[in-house]
Structures are given as structure tokens and as C-alpha cells.
């Protein structure tokens, strides 16, 4: 039995387990007086903090006299203690008398995760009092001696037997072709530094270097060194070969695009000419081409020129109509053709070459309001070069959108809606009035052959309808249907 003498008697520990097996804390002598404790053999905090008060274990090291009071780190710094009475022991004691393992739940008590400045206070006084400098350790030594081999490693027995037996045996198992002067490590322990280090003498390991003697192996090696060099060749200069290929390839591409011709539209017209819309500045060339062909021919029945006011006002009849009025302009003398607002005819640089339109067969209201009638000119020196088969192809372009254009030539509308495919206005019949002398019908012949490749079929003839130039003129009457079709319903 654990016994404490207070005032030199024998007094048995609540805490203990008395020699006949009673159970500890059945009954308890409390501090403060004579009554009975609860029924647990866990001791309370207040008892806890009074036994810490009244002895001393050990901290860190059997050297140490920090005292165990002090212990709980500085958790009850500033409440009240509870001093244990002389003699009160409320140690945790097991069968034989040794401490037990505190309960799980303290882990979570203050004094176990309490991180006070203190202790780091206590661990500097330790250093403090203990010399750990490395100069003051006897055999330390700073070569490497050898590989380290903890001496637990060292087995006693080995597969049953003694381990030097064991070793005996292995070495002769056949298969292995072992070295019997190769030793197991337990015996290779350096004891020059001390009989319980854990050092290994250091082992002298041969380079592994290749035999110069072998003259295979050298042979081998060479003939390896040069087919790595011969592949390393091989891979430039096919690096190089690709790279030189993709750059011939470039360049050729280059070349190819420069002189790159796109290929000539057979349609496009012999003179260097492209289309726009008629504009108020090129009213006076207008008015001196359709001049030129009253003055001297029959195809125009005016029997005097018209002034330019006079062109001026077909003109703006046939635009506020929404019908086509176009222009074939020269290149050569066209210097502002992608500005609009700096064209001003033949002050402005700009020469035209030709010109076309389509008017009201009667006019846009009654009952003619789908029919049109074109006219095309070209200046007398620009004949017989493409312009008016240019200009042929883009006017029944707007009017029929089922035609298909030749192209070959530039249209510049500028944003004007009336000029695009199908136009603004629904037509349904385009016709063609030629006028030709009855004495000669050459003339007419020539012009027939080319309507009827746009189309249009001679539908009536006029002989002998009028006089002009001392000649009896006979009009030819040709008409297209174009693509779109007019329900009678809604005339």
C-alpha cells in the first residue's frame, strides 16, 4: 500500500489500492474537512493545482530543479491557488503504485496548449546552464568516415539461425558466386572512433571505368560514336534541306502572285473605259454626243440640237423616274473617279465616252407604266470598241433582273439604289426603236443581228414613216420580255 506520514503517523492515500483489492475512492479525506467525496477516481482541478503546488517533478532532464508549480505554464497566472494541506497527495497511482496515463479529455485543458512566453523564458535558461557547444563534444569529427548504420540494425537471427551461422551458409549457396572475403556490415563497424558507433569503415569502391585492354568494347563504342554522329548529320541536313525547300516554295509563291495576270474577260471592252451613274456635271458631254448623232445621222428624230437646259430636264425626268441614266467614262482622263463630289465633266478632266438611259414608254402612270424604251450613244471616235455593248450589259442589268451580266468592265453607282440589279422600278417590257433609211438597209441588218443577241425580237416595222436628211426613214420596232411577270389583277 502507498503511504504518506503526516506528523510522523502513517496515513493510507485516498489514491491507492489498498493489499486486499478495494477500489480506489470508495472513500476520500477532502483538504478542508472530513466529507464524503464524489464517486470518481479522477481527482478534480482545484485538487490538482494544490498537488502542484505542494511538490516537485521533474522538467526536461534529471538535472533540472524547475519547479513543478510552475508546470501548468503560467495557465492559473493571476487566480487564486488552492494549497494543498500537509500530507495530501491526490496522485494517480495504478495497481503497483505507478502513475497512470492521464484521461483523454485533458488534452483540451489550458495547461496542456497554453504557448506562454515562459516556456521559451525556461528552454534559453536551460541552454543557459547546459554547455552543447560542438567544441566541448569529445571524438566529433567533421569527415565522412564512412555510411552510417544504426547498430539496432544488426539482427541476432536470421531466418532461425545465428546470424554469423546464416552468413556462413550464404555465401557458399550455389548460384551466387559471392566473394568469400566479402563480410556482412555488422563487421564492418569502425570502431577506431568509438565501440558504439554506428559508422561503417569506409568502403573503397573501384571507378568502373572500361577495360582499355577490351579491344571489342572499343571498337563497339567507336562504331556507336559514329553512327550517333552520322545520324546527327543525316537530321541537319534534313533540317536544312526542309528549310530550304519551304523558302524556294515562298519565294516561287511570291513570284507567282507577282506576275499574276488575271484572265481578260472576252466581253470587256477595247477602250479603257468604266461605268458609273450620270451626274448634273456631265450633262454638257451628253448633250454634245446626242448633238452629234441629230446633226448628222438618222437614228435621233429631233430635227435641231438640243441645249444643254433642254438634256438637262430628260435627264432629271428619267432619274426622278428611278430609271437608269448611265456613263461609260474614259480611264485616261478620269482623275477624281473614286470622289464623286470632284467630277465636274470636261473642266473636272473627265472625258465620257458614252452614254445610256431608259424612259417611259409613255409615261409612269397609265397603262404603258411597266414598258420602257432605251437609247444608247457613243461618241463618234469611240465606235466599234466595246462601249455600247458595255453599256447594253449593265442597263438590262437594272431593268431585268433575270439577265445575266457579261461583265469584263467597273460600275461605279456611288450609293445609288436605282443602278443595282433589278432597279427600282418593276419593268416587264424593254423595247428598242430603230430607225434606218429605206433605201439602204445595212444599217439595219447590223443592228438587228446585235439586239437580237440581248434578247430583243423585232416585233414591227414602219417603212417609210418619216424624212430626214434627204432620206425616207423606216422605223423597226424591237421588244424583250424581261423576267418578271405582272398580274393583270392588280392593273
Known amino acids: 500500500m502507498n503511504n504518506d506520514k503526516v506528523d510522523g503517523k502513517s496515513q493510507a492515500s485516498p489514491w491507492a489500492v489498498g493489499s486486499h483489492g478495494q477500489t480506489r475512492g470508495q472513500t476520500r479525506i477532502h483538504p478542508q474537512g472530513n466529507k464524503k467525496s464524489r464517486s470518481s477516481k479522477w481527482p478534480t482541478n482545484a485538487e490538482i493545482r494544490a498537488n502542484s503546488a505542494s511538490k516537485q517533478l521533474p522538467f526536461a532532464d534529471n538535472n533540472s530543479d524547475v519547479p513543478s508549480n510552475q ?35 485533458w488534452e483540451y485543458r489550458s495547461s496542456l496548449q497554453n504557448t506562454d512566453k515562459r516556456i521559451h523564458e525556461r528552454v534559453i535558461e536551460w541552454f543557459d546552464r547546459v554547455d552543447l557547444s560542438v567544441d566541448n563534444i569529445s571524438g566529433f569529427n567533421a569527415e565522412l568516415v564512412g555510411d552510417i548504420c544504426p547498430l539496432y540494425w544488426i539482427p541476432e537471427t536470421i531466418d532461425g539461425d545465428d546470424r554469423t551461422v546464416w552468413w556462413g551458409n550464404h555465401i557458399k549457396f550455389p548460384g551466387l558466386d559471392l566473394n568469400p572475403a566479402v563480410q556482412p556490415f555488422w563487421i564492418l563497424y569502425n570502431r ?103 446633226t448628222n445621222t438618222i437614228c435621233c428624230p429631233e430635227g435641231s440640237e438640243l441645249s444643254v437646259p433642254q438634256m438637262h430636264d430628260r435627264w432629271t425626268d428619267i432619274t426622278d423616274a428611278r430609271l437608269p441614266f448611265l456613263v461609260a467614262v474614259d480611264r485616261a482622263s478620269n482623275r477624281n473617279r473614286h470622289n464623286p463630289n470632284k467630277r465636274a465633266g470636261a473642266n473636272g478632266g473627265e472625258t465620257i465616252s458614252g452614254f445610256a438611259f431608259a424612259d417611259d414608254y409613255n409615261d409612269d402612270h397609265g397603262m404603258y407604266r411597266y414598258t420602257v424604251e432605251i437609247e444608247i450613244f457613243v461618241k463618234p471616235n469611240m465606235l466599234f470598241r466595246g462601249i455600247g455593248k458595255t453599256l447594253m450589259d449593265k442597263l438590262t442589268s437594272v431593268l431585268d433582273p433575270h439577265h445575266t451580266m457579261l461583265g469584263g468592265y467597273d460600275f461605279k453607282d456611288y450609293g445609288n439604289p436605282n443602278h443595282g440589279p433589278g432597279g427600282a422600278r418593276v419593268v416587264e417590257h424593254i423595247i428598242a426603236n430603230v430607225a434606218y433609211d429605206a433605201d439602204d438597209n445595212s444599217r439595219y441588218q447590223w443592228v438587228r443581228a446585235w439586239l437580237v443577241k440581248w434578247g430583243l425580237e423585232q416585233c414591227g416595222d414602219y417603212p417609210c414613216i418619216g424624212h430626214k436628211l434627204q432620206k425616207r426613214v423606216s422605223q423597226a420596232v424591237f421588244m424583250k420580255k424581261t423576267g418578271c411577270d405582272i398580274d393583270p389583277s392588280h392593273w
Request: glycine share 4%.
Open 71 to 105: 508546470a501548468d505554464n503560467g495557465a492559473q497566472t493571476g487566480k487564486l491557488r488552492v494549497e494543498a494541506e500537509e500530507g495530501y497527495e491526490p496522485g494517480l497511482a495504478d495497481w503497483e503504485g505507478n502513475w497512470m496515463p492521464p484521461p483523454a479529455e
Open 192 to 294: 577506431e572512433v568509438t565501440t558504439c558507433s554506428d559508422v561503417l569503415e569506409k568502403m573503397n569502391v573501384p571507378d568502373a571505368n572500361a577495360d582499355p585492354r577490351d579491344n571489342d568494347r572499343t571498337k563497339l563504342e567507336q562504331t556507336a560514336q559514329m553512327e550517333i554522329d552520322k545520324f546527327d548529320k543525316n537530321r541537319d541536313r534534313g533540317i536544312q534541306k526542309a528549310r530550304s525547300e519551304r523558302n524556294a516554295a515562298r519565294k516561287a509563291h511570291i513570284a507567282e502572285r507577282a506576275a499574276y495576270v488575271p484572265p481578260i474577260n472576252e466581253h470587256s471592252p477595247q477602250a479603257n473605259v468604266y461605268l458609273r451613274t450620270a451626274a448634273v456635271q456631265d450633262i454638257e458631254q451628253i448633250a454634245a454626243i446626242y448633238n452629234h448623232w441629230i
